[in-house]
């Protein structure tokens, strides 16, 4: 069963009163809010003069507290954590990660990032997440593993993920949703995501396994050596819309722009996926014409799911 979460708008510590006799007791802070900078430490406290130095430092420090929703306001720099950031186990349903009010785009680099699965950050079954205003690159295997629903992706950009620019396992995707639903994924910028091995594989979003309901807009998207968004499994009810497309995904009748996929005979088709007012060139990640806006494709023997998704208002530039 998905998880909903339930979310708090107030930053303010809340004092219940018991009604019976009276008594007054102190609830969990609706929300904790930390600071990290690249001249911080983890043995810091997270506030303002005292900031941490990275993520993962920050998810350990909001594993010991008990509020409701959580902030991580980001100064700018490069950050270079050396594993991925897992949030599993931490109690906040909801955790907000951005650029600090009036600074510059910080930036992720994973380039340092060790172990099997080199996303920047996964949600693991933790809380959903809000992340804005920062740059996430080389990292191999993506940027952002969703697992959790509610999440939301604004004015971020992704770029140089994938084996051609951090050796080893192949890269998936920067947003990489795996049973993810109601999300939003808007004002994005992806680029150069390019694998040298299983080049298809990786796409600027991968919406998978009853990811349902999300919302894709208004996000450029460029230079993908995938299909710059896939499709999968039992997938419903994702609206597309207002994006820009340009010289992305492989040959084929099969492939496109934005696709939906099976690779299993287990796998099921998808219904009610919307494709509507985007822009696309036409180009190939080669630099050749024929790329459609939108297609279905299988694995040989298997049928393809050509009423999974539903064009409308597209143009070609």
Not at 95 to 111: C, L, Q
Not at 185 to 212: K, P, Q, T, W
Not at 301 to 317: D, F, H, M, Q, W
Request: one cysteine or more.
């Amino acid at each position: 069963m998905r998880r909903r979460f339930r979310w708090m708008s107030v930053a303010v510590l809340a004092i219940a009163v018991v009604a019976t006799g009276g008594a007054v007791a102190m609830a969990a802070p609706v929300d904790v809010t930390l600071y990290l900078s690249v001249d911080g430490r983890d043995d810091a406290t997270g506030a303002p003069d005292s900031p941490l130095r990275t993520l993962n430092g920050a998810r350990d420090r909001l594993a010991q507290t008990n509020s409701e929703t959580a902030t991580i306001l980001v100064r700018p720099g490069t950050y270079r954590e050396t594993t991925m950031v897992d949030w599993s186990g931490v109690p906040q349903s909801k955790v907000s990660i951005r650029r600090a009010s009036g600074t510059e785009r910080p930036v992720f680099d994973g380039s340092q990032v060790t172990g099997k699965a080199q996303y920047w950050v996964d949600t693991h079954g933790g809380p959903a997440l809000d992340v804005w205003g920062m740059l996430v690159r080389n990292y191999q295997t993506g940027g952002l593993r969703l697992d959790t629903d509610g999440n939301h992706v604004r004015n971020m950009i992704f770029e140089k993920i994938g084996n051609r620019h951090k050796p080893g396992g192949p890269g998936y995707a920067a947003v990489h949703m795996l049973g993810s639903s109601d999300n939003s994924v808007v004002n994005n910028v992806f680029r150069d995501l390019e694998n040298d091995d299983c080049g298809g594989c990786v796409h600027a979003l991968y919406i998978a396994n009853d990811s349902d309901g999300s919302l894709i807009a208004d996000n450029r998207i460029f230079d993908v050596i995938g299909d710059p968004i896939r499709l999968r499994n039992g997938t419903d009810g994702n609206v597309i819309s207002g994006n820009e497309f340009s010289r992305s995904g492989g040959r084929g009748e099969n492939r496109a722009f934005v696709s939906f996929w099976i690779f299993r005979d287990t796998e099921v088709c998808g219904s009610g996926n919307l494709v509507e007012n985007n822009r696309y060139d036409g180009r190939r990640y080669d630099g050749s014409a024929g790329q459609p806006i939108a297609g279905s494709g299988a694995e040989p023997g298997l049928a393809r799911c050509p009423s999974a998704i539903t064009e409308s208002g597209n143009v070609k530039t």
